[in-house]
């Protein structure tokens, strides 16, 4: 069992920058691969960024590659998303998920956090 909970969203404007973390406690976080998903209002959830627990290689969705940038600390047992440059269309609630074979779907982790607020304002 992992369980997980992000912090770091709130309310900025465009072009600003945040950081969101996952705080990972139970099950050993180091062998599990991380995910970044978000769901905006109305729409379903999607895929954000994610990265391996073995050689940490990241992927990200087309809409936020060269903006966001996911990483792990395993001592700290936490993964974060460093969002740069963000737009309005970022808005969304933001989750990190983990365990399973997952990358780019939902069902492929097991674990997932409450999820974290981004706002972006014009």
């Known amino acids: 069992q992992v369980q997980l909970v992000e912090s770091g969203g709130g309310l900025v404007q465009t072009g600003d920058s945040l950081r969101l973390s996952c705080a990972a406690s139970?099950?050993?976080?180091?062998?599990?691969?991380m995910g970044w998903f978000r769901q905006a209002p109305g729409k379903e959830r999607e895929f954000v960024a994610a990265i391996t627990w073995r050689v940490g290689r990241t992927y990200y969705a087309d809409s936020v590659k060269g903006r966001f940038t996911i990483s792990r600390d395993n001592a700290k047992n936490t993964a974060y998303l460093q969002m740069n440059s963000l737009k309005p269309e970022d808005t969304a609630v933001y989750y990190c998920a983990a365990g399973g074979p997952g990358i780019w779907t939902i069902t492929g982790y097991n674990y997932w956090g409450q999820g974290t607020q981004v706002t972006v304002s014009s």
């Open positions: 139970g099950r050993t976080f180091s062998s599990n691969n």
